[in-house]
């Protein structure tokens, strides 16, 4: 089970850090999986922000290329989104994705948290 938590408020400029726990997973599938943060603005598609791999390699969407920052405990099977410098266009859901061949579609997502930047 995938599970967000970090979500809140804040204003222009402020920052927050996501959590998310994969429950359930042993150590060798959390550490080889491939792990991705995505977000989905009101009224828009869901779209991908950030991913980690195995090898700790980073991808970032461009909008938050040197804002945001994703990591990964393997130990604690816990993926990371460091968020500075928000911006209302940051204003999301956001969702955490494990990409394993061992966790089914379903059990991938967690179910989100709501990130709200005021101006």
């Known amino acids: 089970q995938v599970v967000e938590s970090g979500g809140g408020s804040v204003q222009h400029g402020g920052s927050l850090r996501l959590s998310c726990k994969v429950h359930?997973?042993?150590?060798?599938?959390?550490?080889?999986?491939?792990m991705a943060w995505y977000r989905q603005a009101p009224g828009k598609e869901r779209e991908l922000v950030a991913t980690?791999?195995?090898?700790?390699?980073?991808n970032y969407k461009d909008s938050v290329k040197g804002r945001f920052t994703i990591s990964r405990d393997n130990g604690k099977r816990t993926a990371y989104l460091q968020m500075n410098n928000l911006s209302v266009e940051d204003t999301a859901v956001y969702y955490c994705?494990?990409?394993?061949?061992?966790?089914?579609?379903?059990?991938?997502w967690g179910q989100g948290t709501h990130v709200t930047v005021s101006s």
């Open positions: 359930g997973a042993i150590l060798s599938t959390f550490s080889g999986a491939m």
């Open positions: 994705k494990i990409n394993s061949p061992y966790i089914s579609t379903e059990s991938s």
């Open positions: 980690v791999s195995p090898e700790r390699n980073t």
